[in-house]
């Protein structure tokens, strides 16, 4: 196990990326494939776009050595939209594409497919590669880009053409991990970042995170630099998933993009839910930062949570329009120092368990009742059950390893049950 933190995540990113040799088997056959498509359809040109050209690629989940490769179909200029009915329409740019890859053998053996918006060519060998293919034109309908930027596309949709620009996309994530202040840091905090998400089944696309993390990062990143701070990834980290919780809310794009802002595909109530999540995930992050180097920081960072589980729970109704007024009116007037914690005391630290006791306690005499937080959370599943929510359900909102431990709670609702046959059966 790495000794610090710092050594943590080296080892985090050398696991995540791709295997330089199967990256280069991957390279051969998209060149065999542009070269089949070049040769079979004069004056298209195929190149490389998404997570490979931006270099943020990362390994599949699994570690295995899988790959999947996008690339552009470029039909050449695009200098005004032709009216209905004329032109070239997204289906057939598809069909041109499939076409071209079934003129060499061994592709119409393949026998690509058609998937809207794209042509895909999938392979045989065990890990499995795939080459996915959409029809482009460079966007020249209106204003020519100033010197030096480079050209958009007009991508084929499923039964329209749209705007996306992808080498720009390209370009500036590039070029700001160039920048002296961010010391080629932020492709690798990129990766951390997809990696973090996509172990926790967050369900924001690559790209989606991708913008998040430039959103996010540079601003922290050039602050920290003027001001002559020291930082690892273990706080850039922990400060995207504290701004990406608010920049999350809503379709994002990156500065000066004309490609569609993206929200993967989530209404405003998955992303609201998101939010939440990460800003829960933010706070314990930078609990984690504040903990002394060495191996108990390595190991609390490796897993975190209670009996070393993460867990997420939803904040709904009356609960969470009192969490949303504590947010708004009354954190703001405890803090007292920076803290990274949900719940503060009146000294402006974190709320601790004795805090909490107390203060839950205290409330349970003003009505008249002997009250704990193990009580409540005792009633709550007991309430849970007798309306009918599945042990599981109560199980995972619990925590509970053992579905065991959560049967405990049943007692109190067959307790329930003999009293509804007492009362309601025919035969007593």
Known sequence: MPSTVAEAFDDLLSRIELNPTRVALASQRYNAVKQTIESALPGKEVRQIGSFQRSTKLRPRDLGDGLDIDAIVSFGD?????????????????????????????????????????????????????????????????????????????????????????????????????????????????KIVKAYLRSRDVPVSSFHAEILTYLTACPAIQEWSQRGMRWGYQHALARVLADASVWVAQPVSLPGSLSLAVNSGLSANELQRIGQYLAHRAAEAWRLCGLADGIPAVRAWVRSGKGKKDRVVPVEGRAALALNTYLAEA???????????????????????????????????????HVSPHVLRHTCATHLLRGGASIRHVQELLGHRSLATTALYTRVAIEDLRRVLARAHPRR
């Open 78 to 190: 695009a200098h005004r939209m032709a009216p209905p009915g004329e032109g070239l329409t997204t289906r057939q740019a598809m069909e041109r594409v499939r076409s071209g890859l079934r003129s060499n053998q061994t592709y119409r053996v393949m026998d690509p497919y058609a998937d809207a918006p794209t042509v895909t060519l999938e392979y045989s060998d065990p890990d499995g590669f795939k080459i996915e293919l959409v029809p482009v034109f460079v966007h020249r309908t209106g204003l020519q880009p100033p010197p030096g930027r480079p050209a958009s596309y007009l991508v084929a949709k499923a039964t329209d053409w749209e705007k996306a620009d992808y080498d720009y996309d390209a370009a500036l994530i590039s070029n700001a991990n160039c920048r002296p202040e961010i010391r080629g840091c932020l492709v690798p905090l990129i």
């Open 331 to 369: 954190r703001p007037e405890l803090v007292k120092r920076v803290d990274q914690a949900l719940f503060l005391s009146r000294d402006g630290g974190r709320l601790s368990m004795v805090g909490l006791r107390a203060m839950v306690q205290r409330h349970g005499q003003v009505i008249g009742v």
